[in-house]
């Protein structure tokens, strides 16, 4: 653990002085040792979700940790914040996900202290996926999603006149190298599930209220049928003052309220005979 | 096929049309005929004590079979595995539900061969008799034969005892004949649609899973069809809406999976029978749905 810290911390600022006078070994991680071995295997299960429409962007996601068949922790929180306008959702290894998502902020906080404005969305997402590619081939595994508000305050003025929002940012940042900018991305082992339903039901004119309907929809389809998700959903709404967070939602009432509709449609059934 | 067995023919093994072994030039070793599919069914008396010729490649344990050359079914234990020409994908997405006015069953026709789409118009739901359409997941070769094997064992029990065979007992064949396969590379993942006293929905696969109930999609595309079937499957629809949630479900799955795609193709089955949904009951006059137009549809 400790290895890993210090690899990262010199492979991204080299002109920092606290660190140049370390002592701690500069090779890669795991590069010709032996892996230590896994006390468990280790399970990517989640679903987050993350989508942009004219209202900013809306970022959901399921709050279970699961741990190979255990539920690990049941309210963990998937959704971190980076700063006031960026948003990161996290999957796979939660805690490479702390982990890189504390590195990141820490990053975003130097740079806007030296140079006086804000890093874009884009370039943070630069800046995590070069902060990742020397564990490329590790087991480390790191899939987010940062989803942004660039502010352009002292920015160029090219930035200003937009007609569609550009700027809100969608960017899929993942340890093995992808760095894709998107409208809509759906990560972990709940996915499939979610990307159907976000896939019939999102545009670009959807309003804020149809947007979190669909979002939670989404995430509760896939908790419904992926072992690996489940309890609570989480939601995020970036927009040009920031994000804004939705009360933590149990799905568990609404699993409760559909299975009360499914007994209610039997009792229908067994009324009906089976005619034509 | 079904015939010449009621009527005992009796065909020599060797020439038998399926698993020749002959051809293997290895016609000395004698093969246990009798122990595997000795399917006698209830009657047995009415079953003219004819087993089923059924020649199972030999499987690893079997003692015979470490002196057997070199057979493409399963390798012996001692001699190197038969490279594969390309790796067998099982993308697909079928899907069945039941609603009040029967069942539907859906599927995709791509036939996918590693990242080859080795076949755009493949069909993926059989008949298997006038009220039971069975889909197939897997590997497409162990599909076609195991539905045909289906058939004919569907249409002796017709002839042997007058009456059809129910859906779940045909489940339950299904199940046992595949039972001697489990643990080799046969990959088979059926869903049973059909009508007997009420809709059925079975879903039958080669690691020995025999379920029944009310939804089932199968394949790499499964996940993106559960989630818009759970989203709006009720037992209410009427069937020109089952229709519409049945191809909207593999559309979506084909948009998302790339083993999945090309056309959609739709049975409905009923009491009075399966019926293939020619679209032009619905809205376009092509046979099969070409998905790329239904793209533009929803788009629009």
Redesign the interface.
């Known amino acids: 653990f400790i290895h890993i810290l210090c690899v990262g911390f010199l492979a991204v600022s080299s002109e920092d002085p606290f660190l140049t006078s370390s002592s701690l070994p500069t090779c890669l991680p795991f590069a010709s040792s032996q892996s230590v071995p896994l006390p468990f295997p280790m399970a990517h299960g989640t679903t987050t979700l993350a989508f942009m429409f004219q209202g900013g962007v809306m970022a959901a996601a399921d709050t279970r940790s699961s741990c190979s068949g255990l539920v690990a922790c049941p309210a963990s929180q998937k959704i971190l914040p980076i700063h006031s306008h960026l948003v990161g959702l996290t999957s796979g290894t939660s805690a490479d996900c702390a982990l890189w998502k504390r590195i990141l902020a820490r990053e975003l906080r130097l740079y806007q202290l030296r140079h006086g404005r804000r890093l874009s969305t884009s370039g943070a997402a630069k800046l995590l996926s070069h902060m990742l590619h020397p564990f490329k081939g590790t087991e480390l595994c790191v899939a987010a999603t940062l989803c942004g508000w660039d502010g352009g305050e002292t920015g160029p003025g090219s930035r200003g006149e937009t007609t569609k929002n550009q700027m809100t940012e969608l960017f899929y940042v993942c340890s093995d190298g992808t760095r894709l900018r998107g409208m809509l991305f759906s990560v972990g082992s709940g996915s ?6 976000l ?2 039901g999102v545009h670009w004119g959807l309003s804020v209220d149809e947007a979190k309907s669909i979002a939670r ?2 995430v509760y ?2 908790t ?3 072992a690996y998700s489940g309890n609570c959903v989480d939601m995020y709404h970036i927009t040009s003052k920031g994000w804004t967070r939705r009360n933590r939602e149990d799905l568990k009432e609404e699993y409760y309220r559909e299975k009360e509709r499914r007994k209610h ?2 009792t ?2 067994r009324d ?1 005979t ?1 005619s ?1 | 096929m079904a015939l010449e067995d009621v009527c005992s023919f009796k065909e020599r093994p060797v020439q038998h049309k399926w698993f020749s072994f002959s051809s293997l030039g290895d016609a000395a070793i004698p093969f246990p005929k009798s122990d595997y599919y000795n399917l006698r069914l209830e009657t047995s008396e009415n079953n003219c004590g004819v087993p089923l010729h059924f020649f199972i490649p030999p499987l690893p344990h079997s003692s015979s079979f470490i002196n057997r050359p070199l057979s493409s079914f399963c390798p012996p234990k001692n001699s190197m595995t038969v490279q594969r020409p390309f790796r067998l994908a099982h993308g697909t997405t079928t899907l069945g539900f039941i609603f ?1 006015g029967g069942v539907i069953a859906a599927a995709d026709t791509r036939a996918s061969a590693g990242g080859l789409v080795a076949c755009p118009a493949v069909h993926k739901i059989t008949p298997i008799h006038s009220h039971l359409v069975v889909t197939s997941s897997g590997s497409g070769a162990d599909c076609m034969l195991w539905e045909r094997i289906l058939i004919r064992e569907i249409r002796l029990y017709q002839l042997r005892h007058g009456h059809r065979l129910s859906i779940r007992a045909t489940a339950k064949l299904l199940s046992s004949m595949l039972h001697p396969f489990k643990g080799t590379e046969m990959c088979v993942a059926l869903t049973l649609c059909g009508w007997d ?3 059925k929905l079975i879903y039958v696969c080669s690691d020995g899973a025999r379920l029944q109930g009310d939804v089932f999609s199968v394949g790499s595309g499964s ?6 079937l ?2 709006e499957l ?3 629809l009427s069937k020109g809406e089952a229709i519409s949630l049945a191809r ?2 593999v559309f ?2 084909t ?3 790339a083993y999945s795609g090309n056309n959609v193709d739709l049975f409905h089955i ?3 029978g399966w019926i293939h949904i020619a679209l032009h009951h619905i809205m376009l006059a092509v046979k099969m749905c070409d998905l790329s137009l239904l793209c533009h549809y929803y788009v629009q």
């Open positions: 499939p599930y979610a990307y159907s339903i896939d019939q929809e989404a389809r896939a419904y049928r992926d449609e039997k229908e059934r009906v089976f034509d | 009040q006293n009420g809709p996940p993106y069809a559960y989630g818009v759970d989203r009720r037992w209410s909207e479900a979506r799955a948009h998302r999976d009923t009491a009075q």
